[in-house]
């Protein structure tokens, strides 16, 4: 079983940047297709970015797409989302996700996530 711990959130102005990182623990970090979601004020937790194992394939929501970044490093058990250029409709609480997988696939809806974290608070002022 794995565990998540999400850091990196905060605030910060519109046009500004933020990366936020998901260290992991208790388990093959390698073995576990990742990705983050968010959760505004109001709204639906939506998908952002996955990732899979050995960092073969990723995938973006069409909203964050030239925007944000995610990336992995398996040594470390850690993953990564580098957020630029944000704007007033990005702030949420963005959660990192795992699964255990045996494929290089991207998963991209929450119900195929095992474990998540507890979430870190992004906000951005106009």
């Known amino acids: 079983q794995v565990h998540l711990v999400e850091s990196g959130g905060g605030l910060v102005q519109a046009g500004g940047s933020l990366r936020l990182s998901c260290a992991a623990s208790g388990g093959p970090f390698g073995n576990y297709a990742m990705a983050w979601f968010r959760q505004g004020p109001g709204k639906e937790r939506e998908f952002v970015a996955a990732?899979?194992?050995?960092?073969?394939?990723?995938g973006y929501a069409d909203s964050v797409r030239g925007q944000f970044t995610i990336s992995r490093d398996n040594a470390g058990s850690s993953m990564y989302l580098q957020l630029n250029s944000l704007k007033p409709e990005d702030t949420a609480v963005y959660y990192c996700a795992a699964k255990l997988a045996i494929n290089y696939r991207i998963y991209v809806r929450a119900t195929d996530y095992d474990y998540w974290g507890q979430g870190t608070q992004v906000t951005v002022s106009s």
């Open positions: 990732i899979s194992r050995s960092s073969i394939n990723t």
